[in-house]
């Protein structure tokens, strides 16, 4: 049984961090790319970031870009993803996910319908 499992998030006032990790169990994800997606109330699921399990590659959002690094463990057995946030602002308050795909890369990757397993979400706020 595959399972995603997020955490790390809370809250914290703009301009502060968090690391996001994401545990991903049940099956091997060497093949696999793994993407944070982010979902604010009221407004639509948006891709924020996307690596490919072997790490040679990484996608991230312009909302982010800078502030935010995608990264795996270094201890393959871990198969965790982490999301480091710095420099968080208001507007990056959202629920956060983790995605499994076995789209190998490109624009694909940034479509959640694309994502085959997905984790529970995590609830990171940012207070100004």
């Known amino acids: 049984q595959v399972q995603l499992v997020e955490s790390g998030g809370g809250s914290v006032q703009a301009g502060g961090s968090l690391k996001l990790s994401c545990a991903a169990s049940?099956?091997?994800?060497?093949?696999?790319?793994m993407g944070w997606f982010r979902q604010a109330p009221g407004k639509e699921r948006e891709v924020v970031a996307g690596?490919?399990?072997?790490?040679?590659?990484?996608?991230?959002a312009d909302s982010v870009e800078g502030r935010f690094t995608i990264s795996m463990s270094s201890d393959n057995a871990k198969n965790t993803v982490y999301l480091k946030m710095h420099s968080l602002k208001p507007e990056d308050t959202a629920a956060y996910y983790c995605a499994a795909t076995r789209v190998v890369w490109g624009l694909r990757i940034m479509n959640g319908q694309e994502y085959e397993y997905w984790g529970q979400g995590t609830q990171v706020t940012v207070s100004s």
């Open positions: 690596l490919k399990w072997s790490g040679s590659s990484t996608y991230y």
């Open positions: 049940g099956r091997t994800f060497s093949s696999y790319s």
